[in-house]
């Protein structure tokens, strides 16, 4: 029987993050879902549809918390040099969602920039992947090129949108960041189910395309939703009010 309680949400997310291609490596990313609570899974699921659907409307609070997440994550990875990874967590987390405030639109490029790198990163291994398995899954061990290339022409393109189209750019990060998020918490619930959990691993062991199917399909759903919806319904700096008797 699958375990229910397990790590927490940043052990689970140092371990998942810790390779940018991690979408095409399914069986250690499963690994470590079935290891993550419910009540994280749950989480992750509300979490990511509200970003897929008014990422948008809530650009900057998505923003701040990314940034929050991130230095986390990457405090919480340094902390355990010193045996501090709370103590270093939260400050890294404090400091990367402060800093990100008076620079929004910078921030907004970084955290754009790294999601492209997330999507550049894991299209580049799966695509590898499906061209050197001439037969069956696209088993991720047969992937020869260097993950970094695509991690880089996807920082370079995603992160430059913010400053052309940053509508665009933010629609596309807060997409991508939501369908991300809501994969991991719905697998991490399959998975505790014990009907269900070990025919998910078994389909999805060594096949370096699902996972990121499982994520673009949704996350172009979502933006097209979002960019469906009327401009009044995104949230946006507004005109200032004339002041009275101006014409």
Not at 113 to 122: E, Q, R, T
Not at 134 to 152: K, R, S
Not at 155 to 180: E, N
């Amino acid at each position: 029987m699958l375990p229910t309680l397990g790590l927490s949400a940043f052990e689970a997310a140092t371990q998942i993050f810790s390779r940018p291609d991690t979408l095409a490596y399914p069986t250690d990313v499963m690994n470590t879902l079935t290891q993550l609570s419910l009540v994280w899974a749950c989480v992750l699921v509300a979490a990511g549809l509200l970003c897929m659907y008014h990422g948008f409307k809530y650009y900057r609070v998505v923003t701040i918390v990314m940034a929050l997440l991130i230095g986390g994550m990457i405090g919480y990875a340094l902390g355990h040099r010193y045996n501090a990874q709370v103590i270093v967590s939260a400050c890294c987390a404090l400091l990367f969602a402060v800093a990100c405030w008076p620079f929004m639109k910078y921030a907004v490029a970084i955290v754009g920039g790294l999601v492209g790198s997330f999507v550049g990163a894991n299209a580049w291994t799966a695509i590898d992947a499906a061209i050197h398995t001439p037969e069956g899954p696209a088993n991720p061990a047969n992937a020869h090129g260097p993950y970094w290339v695509g991690a880089l022409l996807g920082l370079v393109i995603v992160g430059m949108l913010a400053f052309i189209v940053f509508k665009i750019s933010v629609v596309f990060f807060t997409s991508i960041s939501g369908a991300t998020l809501a994969m991991f918490g719905v697998m991490a619930i399959l998975l505790h189910i014990p009907q269900w959990g070990t025919s998910i691993q078994s389909e999805f062991k060594g096949n370096a395309i699902v996972l990121p199917l499982l994520v673009i399909v949704p996350a172009i759903v979502a933006l097209i939703l979002q960019e469906a919806k009327p401009d009044g319904s995104h949230a946006g700096p507004k005109p200032a009010a004339k002041p009275a008797g101006a014409h």
